[in-house]
C-alpha cells in the first residue's frame, strides 16, 4: 500500500444515473468487504452524491433488483464531490458501471482536477465504450470481430445468416440484448433503434468466453485465465448474468491450450488497442471458425457474482491485493498527470 496514503482516503465512487446502477451497488458492497476503512459516496439518479454508511451498504439487500438509498449527508453535485476529493487528496474506487462512469466523462472530470482513480483513462474509456469504434480498432491490431450489419440491410442479411443479434452501441450488462429470430423481430430492432444506435451482427454459434486482463505494477499486461459461460436459457442477458441460477461461468474454461492462448493473446490485443490501463475484460465468442471479438468492459463488474474477480482467485490473486494494486496505479497515474502539466 501506498506509504504515505491514510486509508480513509480511499473512496468508492458508486451508483450513477444510468441504469447500471443497481450492480455498481452489488460491486461496491464487495469492494466495502475488501476495503473496509474507505469512505463511501454514492451517486444517486438526483444527480447528487451522498456519503453513506457501510451498515446502509452492507445491509442492503437483492441489490440487482431493489433500489439503494444513502443515509447520509449530501456532498452536493458530481462536480462539487470531486472537487471536494480534490482538496482532500483522495483516490477514487470505481465501483461504477456504464453511462458516464464507463464512457470516460467521470474520468475527464477526475483528470482535470488531478484526482487520482482506478480503472482507464478517459479517452480509453470513451473509446472501448462504443462497441463499433471498439470492434473496428480491435481489428487493426489483429482481433477478429463480426461482420457488422446496417439497420437497411437486416431483412438481406436475416435471408443470409437465419439469425442476429442486436445490441446498444453503447450500454453495458447486456440491457437490450435481443435475437432476430424471425421477420417479425425486425420492428423490435427498429423501434429501439430510435431511441439509440444498435450495433447489429450475424448470430454466431459457439462458446461464450470472457478474459479478463490486469496491468501489474510494474506496467507489464497479462491475462488471467478464460472463463467458459453457459448462460440459463441461451442468452446472456441481465437476466442470465445477474438472476438466474442456471447460468454456469467455468473458470479456468473448458478450451483447449490453443483456444486458451488465443483467448489471452486477444485480450491483451484488445487491452491495448483500447490503450486501457488498469484492468479490463474483453468478451468472445469461440465459434467452430475460431474466435470472434464481441466488446471490452474497463469497468467490469467486481460483485462476488462477476466474472473478474473469478478470474483472480482463478490466477491465485486476492481481491484484496488486486484493488491495492489497482489504486496504487492510479496514484502513479494521477502523480505523472500533475508533472506533464507542470
Known amino acids: 500500500m501506498h506509504a504515505t496514503l491514510d486509508p480513509t482516503r480511499i473512496t468508492i465512487l458508486f451508483g450513477g444515473l444510468n441504469k447500471e446502477r443497481l450492480v455498481s451497488v452489488a460491486s461496491a458492497q464487495a469492494l466495502q468487504t475488501a476495503l473496509p476503512q474507505a469512505v463511501l459516496w454514492f451517486w444517486d439518479a438526483d444527480d447528487r452524491v451522498y456519503e453513506t454508511s457501510s451498515a446502509a451498504l452492507l445491509g442492503h439487500e437483492r441489490p440487482f433488483e431493489n433500489p439503494f438509498k444513502a443515509d447520509r449527508k449530501s456532498l452536493g453535485s458530481l462536480p462539487q464531490a470531486l ?142 485465465p478464460p472463463i467458459e459461460i453457459i448462460p440459463a436459457d441461451g442468452g446472456f442477458d441481465y437476466e442470465a448474468k445477474y438472476l438466474a441460477k442456471s447460468t454456469q461461468e467455468i473458470c479456468p474454461g473448458r478450451f483447449a491450450p490453443d483456444v486458451t492462448a488465443q483467448l489471452r493473446n486477444y485480450a491483451v490485443l484488445a487491452h491495448r488497442a483500447l490503450s486501457c490501463t488498469g484492468y479490463s475484460r474483453s468478451d468472445f465468442i469461440v465459434s467452430a471458425n475460431g474466435l470472434v471479438y464481441l466488446e471490452t468492459n474497463t469497468l467490469p463488474g467486481l460483485t462476488k457474482a462477476s466474472l473478474y474477480p473469478k478470474a483472480l482467485n482463478a490466477h491465485g490473486l486476492t481481491f484484496v491485493d488486486f484493488l491495492h494494486g489497482q489504486i496504487e496505479l492510479g496514484l502513479k497515474r494521477s502523480a505523472v498527470g500533475r508533472v506533464s502539466e507542470a
Not at 453511462?99 to 478517459?122: D, I, K, P, Y
Not at 465504450?129 to 438481406?156: N, T
Not at 440484448?177 to 433503434?193: E, G, I, K, P
Open 83 to 224: 472537487d471536494l476529493a480534490q482538496t482532500e487528496g483522495r483516490v477514487l474506487v470505481l465501483g461504477m458501471h456504464g453511462g458516464a462512469a464507463e464512457n470516460g466523462e467521470v474520468q475527464a472530470m477526475c483528470e482535470r482536477r488531478g484526482v487520482a482513480f482506478t480503472g482507464s483513462g478517459s479517452a480509453s474509456s470513451n473509446l472501448a465504450f462504443d462497441k463499433i469504434a471498439a470492434k473496428r480498432f480491435a481489428e487493426i491490431w489483429g482481433v477478429p470481430i463480426a461482420a457488422g450489419i446496417a439497420l437497411s440491410d437486416m431483412e438481406a442479411a436475416l435471408d443470409r445468416y437465419g439469425k442476429l443479434i442486436a445490441k446498444p452501441a453503447r450500454d453495458g450488462s447486456s440491457y437490450g440484448l435481443m435475437f432476430v429470430n424471425a421477420t417479425q423481430d425486425l420492428a423490435a430492432v427498429r423501434n429501439a433503434a430510435k431511441a439509440e444506435d444498435y450495433v447489429i451482427e450475424p448470430f454466431i454459434s459457439g462458446i461464450e468466453a470472457t478474459c479478463a486482463v490486469l496491468e501489474q505494477a510494474d506496467g507489464s499486461v497479462i491475462a488471467l
